[in-house]
């Protein structure tokens, strides 16, 4: 990898976004649309809000970003900009990570402002600091992003691209505990919720709502999702082809 050129990858990705409001509202407007109509769907006295709210604070970054990526990067192959690029004295490594870069800019400001109103303006009760909030946000963003990143090079149109989301992210929605506590699942089912990053996001955020302080699970959980990103960067990279056949 060559930093200049990751930095130079990411500042061009990153004026792209800026010429594209639609994309920006999607991925820093949609979310914090959700959780406000969440908050009032479960506005009832048993705080359902504090529980399912904090799942989805981990959850809503990750699917977006990883909707927005995947899309994003399959219309650099199919336009020939990737292939270009390749042309050049630019490696798959400094591509991905630039792009990375580039998405985890925006998966910032679109944590900051998800964890902001559901702490300050939504009322979420959490025992921990909203910074552990904002830091796993951030976790599941990046997921989203690397996974975004690493499907986008078996799909060969944007329709292909959207159709990975339910095959890639709903099973993982499913299992991850947000309907039910993955304990009470069947045996089979809470093995495989076992091994699917997006069940140590939810519980991650769990941990900040119910413990003061950061407890080993915490740190298991995050730990898992950023291994878990950095690996499908690394798979990215390895499958990332110049073009769309």
């Known amino acids: 990898m060559n930093t200049t ?31 406000t109509l969440l908050k009032y769907v479960f ?29 994003a990067t399959l219309r650099e192959r199919t336009s020939g900009t990737l292939e270009r690029l390749l042309s050049m004295p630019l490696g798959k490594a400094d591509l991905l990570a630039g792009y990375a870069l580039a998405f985890g800019a925006v998966a910032v400001v679109q944590a900051a402002l998800a964890t902001g109103l559901t702490v300050l303006a939504l009322g979420l009760d959490v025992s921990g600091s909203s910074w552990l909030l904002l830091l796993v946000a951030l976790a599941d963003a990046f997921l989203g992003i690397a996974l975004g990143l690493f499907v986008s090079a078996f799909a060969a149109s944007e329709f292909q691209a959207v159709q990975f989301m339910p095959a890639v992210l709903l099973p993982q929605i499913l299992l991850c505990g ?68």
């Open 5 to 35: 050129r990751t930095l130079a990858t990411a500042r061009r990705v990153l004026r792209q976004l800026g010429h594209d409001p639609r994309t920006i509202a999607l991925m820093l407007v949609v979310p914090c649309v959700l959780l």
């Open 43 to 71: 506005d009832d006295a048993l705080r359902t809000f504090d529980s399912a709210g904090a799942a989805l604070l981990g959850i809503f970054p990750l699917v977006t970003m990883f909707l927005v990526t995947s899309i």
């Open 178 to 245: 947000l309907f039910v506590p993955r304990g009470a699942m069947q045996p089979a089912l809470t093995g495989l919720s076992d091994v699917l990053p997006m069940s140590y996001a939810v519980d991650g955020m769990s941990e900040v709502v119910h413990h003061a302080g950061v407890t080993g699970d915490f740190v298991r959980d995050l730990a898992v999702v950023a291994g878990c990103a950095l690996l499908a960067l690394a798979l990215g990279a390895a499958t990332l082809r110049r073009r769309t056949a």
